[in-house]
C-alpha cells in the first residue's frame, strides 16, 4: 500500500474543508450588496498584504520564475468564475459542475504535459460527462448543457482550477510562498479588474457603501483563505495528483452537507446520482502505475 504523508493529506482537507464552507460567505456578502468580484478582489488583496508581511522575500524569488504568471492568471480566473457561481447559483449545481475534474485533467495532460489518452483516461471523461449531464437535465430545457452565467462560471472555474493544479505540480520545486504568493496575487488582481471593467460599464456597482457587518467577515474570510492556499501548496507538491484529485473532491460532500443543513439547497434524487457518478471516477477508474509523490 502506498505510504502518505499525513501532515500532507491533513493539509489537503483543510484546504477543501475552507473552501467547501465559503459559499456561506460570498452568498452573506451578495445579499449585504458586496458583488463577489468585489468581496474577491478584498479578501485576496488582504490574503496577499499578509502573506507579504509574512514572507518578505518572494517578491525577489518570484522573479526567477515568470511562469508564476500563468499560475497567477489560472487562480484568478478559478477563484472569480467559482466565488461568483456559488453567489448567485445553487450552491450544489455550481460544486458538481465546478469539480469536473477528470474531464479537465485528461485533457489538459494531454496538451500541456504530451501525456497520452488511455482507454481509462477515456473511461474517466465518459463517467463523469454521465455525472454532469444527470445533474444538468431539466425535461423543460432538453439538451443537458449548462444553461444559466452560474453554470458556465462554476465550468469554466474548474477548467482553470485544473489548469492551476497542473501548473503548480510542474513548478513543484518553488517554495510554498512564492507559489501561494502568485496565487493570491493573482486572484486580487484579476478580480480588481474584472471589477472595474464590469462596474465602468454598469453591470455592477461599485463598492461605495460597506456595511459594517461586512467587515468581520472579510477579516475572518481573509485569514481563512491565506490558511487555505498555503495548506494547499503544501499538501498538492507533496502528495501525488491522483491522491490530491480524490481529497479535493471532497469539498463536494462539504459543500453539499452545508447547504442543506443550512437550507441554502434541495437536493434532487438526480443531484445525488450524478454527484456520486463524478466524485466516484477517481476511484472507480485508477491508472495502473501509481505517481510517485515529490518531497
Known sequence: MQHLPKPAVGALLLNTTIWGLSWTAFKSLQAMGIHPLWSTAAIFICCSLWLLLIKRNVLREMRGHPELLYVALAAGAANSCFNGAIAFGDVVRVILLFYLMPIWTVILARLMLHEPVTPRALARIAVCLCGAMIVLYRPELGVPLPHSISDW???????????????????????????????????????????????????????????????????????????????????????????????????????TFSAWLLGAAELRPQDLIGGVLIIATPWLIRDKRPQAATA
Open 153 to 255: 462560471a462554476a465550468v469554466l472555474g474548474g477548467l482553470a482550477l485544473a489548469v492551476n493544479n497542473v501548473l503548480l505540480r510542474r513548478l513543484h520545486g518553488v517554495s510554498d510562498s512564492v507559489r501561494a504568493i502568485a496565487m493570491l496575487g493573482g486572484g486580487a488582481t484579476l478580480a480588481t479588474l474584472l471589477g472595474v471593467l464590469c462596474a465602468g460599464f454598469g453591470m455592477i456597482d461599485w463598492p461605495l457603501q460597506v456595511p459594517s457587518a461586512a467587515w468581520p467577515i472579510l477579516g475572518l474570510w481573509s485569514v481563512l483563505f491565506l490558511i487555505s492556499n498555503l495548506a494547499m501548496q503544501y499538501g498538492v507538491s507533496r502528495l501525488p495528483a491522483n491522491i490530491t484529485a480524490v481529497l479535493m473532491l471532497i469539498e463536494i460532500l462539504i459543500a
